[in-house]
């Protein structure tokens, strides 16, 4: 069973930082791309950054580009996400998901978890 558990979230103030992590189970942690979206009250759901495991190959949303790094611990079964410079607008639910196919994950991805919310005060 494929399991997406993320962790990590929290309050911050504006300028703050916060990492975010997500332990992945149950699929062949090399064979996936892993991705963060994100959603916040009223808004769709947007992308933020995804990384494919078997080489370490990364995208990022032009919304964080420059604050926010993605990295992959492949025998911890772990993807991070460091986010600094944080400002109100990123302000959402964080979701992890993960896709044997690179194009699908920052799309459609086939599995999620369960989200960890990120507040960001002013």
């Known amino acids: 069973e494929v399991q997406l558990v993320e962790s990590g979230g929290g309050l911050v103030q504006a300028g703050g930082s916060l990492r975010l992590s997500c332990a992945a189970s149950?699929?062949?942690?090399?064979?996936?791309?892993i991705g963060w979206f994100r959603q916040a009250p009223g808004k769709e759901r947007e992308g933020v950054s995804c990384?494919?495991?078997?080489?370490?190959?990364?995208y990022y949303a032009d919304s964080v580009k420059g604050r926010f790094t993605i990295s992959s611990d492949n025998a911890k079964n772990t993807v991070y996400l460091q986010m600094h410079s944080l400002k109100p607008e990123d302000t959402a639910v964080y979701y992890c998901?993960?896709?044997?196919?690179?194009?699908?994950?920052?799309?459609?991805?086939?599995?999620w978890g369960q989200g960890t919310q990120v507040t960001v005060s002013t």
């Open positions: 149950g699929f062949t942690f090399d064979d996936y791309a």
């Open positions: 998901a993960a896709d044997p196919n690179w194009q699908r994950v920052s799309i459609n991805p086939a599995y």
């Open positions: 990384i494919r495991s078997s080489d370490g190959i990364t």
